[in-house]
């Protein structure tokens, strides 16, 4: 079978790119969406190894060991051990069930071509099927995360402070098990904050609106939200920093002990931040 770099490439860059986006979704990180390009990049260009002489059963453990380390590290950054580890058996996770459905794939389809050599698989397939198999796998485990690991403990209170066009507030958050609001284009979470704060730091330009759609007990609607610059999460002992967030304006005031509500993964985030 003749095998292009080119293809090599670009097709371990949208795998790779998938697995990470499923182990952030495991561990309940929250990356920047450069950084998962560039781990993406780093597994894309690690499998032009498929080029070399063989290399050895043990040398591709430890070859993938240290592949895998790197992506994490590009993708995530380092801040603890725990959060390292934590991170590296999600991206282990995912890329066995991405794996395994692409390896069923090649039992269903036919005609399939498929090579392995040094650790690597090689897949003659057209680019739209091999992608629209890895975004089923990506669904699945996204499905996954919906039924075992979206948990977080309720009624725990954050400190929020948020920062757009050089205005700033600071209020209280609420980690909601029922509040998994996420941009649909981006996929970034989405903080719901009470109106009369969310005035105060509202940016003049309407192109930075977006509308998220929403359901709430009296059904279906629609949120008006902006990216502010800088959202800062501290609660716990843990502290985080994340522009890859968007706040929406709450229809109805948001009134008790807090001010704001927000999705479940920013928490978790802020947790596995904790050593």
Excluded: H
């Excluded at 895998?68 to 069930?97: E, P, T, Y």
């Excluded at 939200?225 to 709450?250: C, H, L, M, N, W």
Aim: aromatic content about 10%.
């Amino acid at each position: 079978m003749e095998v292009y770099a080119d293809v090599l490439v670009v097709v371990n860059y949208v795998i790779n790119l998938l697995v990470l986006m499923a182990a952030a979704k495991l561990a309940g990180a929250v990356p920047q969406r450069g950084r998962l390009g560039l781990g993406a990049l780093t597994g894309a260009l690690g499998a032009l190894v498929i080029f070399l002489p063989y290399i050895g059963w043990w040398f591709q453990a430890g070859y993938k060991l240290f592949l895998s380390c790197a992506m994490v590290l590009a993708a995530f950054g380092w801040q603890n051990r725990r959060r390292f580890l934590k991170l590296l058996l999600a991206v282990a996770v995912s890329a066995i069930g991405m794996g395994g459905l692409l390896f069923l794939l090649s039992f269903l389809v036919e005609p399939v071509g498929m090579f392995f050599y040094n650790g690597v698989v090689y897949f003659d397939l057209p680019m739209l099927l091999l992608v629209g198999c890895c975004t089923g796998a990506y669904l699945v485990l996204w499905l996954a995360d919906r039924l075992f690991f979206n948990r977080t403990a309720p009624k725990q209170l954050y400190d929020l402070v948020i920062t757009s066009e050089g205005k700033q507030i600071a209020l209280k958050g609420l980690a909601d098990t029922g509040s998994n609001l996420k941009e649909p284009f981006s996929g970034a979470p989405v903080i719901v904050c009470d109106r009369e704060f969310a005035q105060r730091i509202r940016p003049q330009e309407q192109t930075r609106f977006r509308i998220i759609p929403c359901v709430t007990v009296t059904g279906d609607g629609a949120l008006e939200a902006f990216q502010p610059d800088e959202v800062r999460i501290s609660g716990d002992g843990a502290q985080i920093k994340t522009t890859d967030v968007y706040i929406a304006v709450s229809r109805q005031p948001i009134s008790g002990d807090y001010q704001a509500v927000m999705n479940p993964c920013l928490v978790r985030e802020a947790q596995a931040s904790m050593v």
